[in-house]
């Protein structure tokens, strides 16, 4: 079992910057860590992956050049760095884990283990 404590979120304005961090509170290994994000009144959807060796990452086109994942696997930390926000970012954002194998990085029902979620709320 994987807990995943997420952090980070708050109100910031268009042109802006977060920093949201998940926190994985046991050692168990896993394979590959990812953000989702649910905006209001739609499905949760993937925004960046990163696998385990911390080379490899993935994002949504809606967030290529503006955000980065990056992983510690010696605090068993993952970080999105969130830049030049815009407003249509604003949703709850989900830290999520999957301890073995797979290529389909953007597939939610995928992941095994998800954090509580923690809002992101940009204005313009």
């Known amino acids: 079992q994987v807990h995943l404590v997420e952090s980070g979120g708050g109100l910031v304005q268009a042109g802006g910057s977060l920093r949201l961090s998940c926190a994985a509170t046991t050692g168990t290994f896993t394979y590959a860590m990812g953000w989702f994000r649910q905006p209001p009144g739609k499905e949760r959807e993937f925004v960046a992956a990163?696998?385990?060796?911390?080379?490899?990452?993935y994002y949504a086109d809606s967030v290529k050049g503006r955000f980065t994942i990056s992983r510690d696997n010696a605090v068993n930390t993952v970080t999105l760095q969130m830049d030049s926000l815009k407003p249509e970012d604003t949703a709850v954002y989900y830290c999520a884990a999957r301890s073995i194998y797979f290529d389909l990085y953007y597939e939610r029902n995928l992941y095994e283990f998800w954090g509580q979620g923690t809002q992101v709320t940009v204005s313009s």
């Open positions: 990163i696998v385990w060796s911390g080379d490899i990452s």
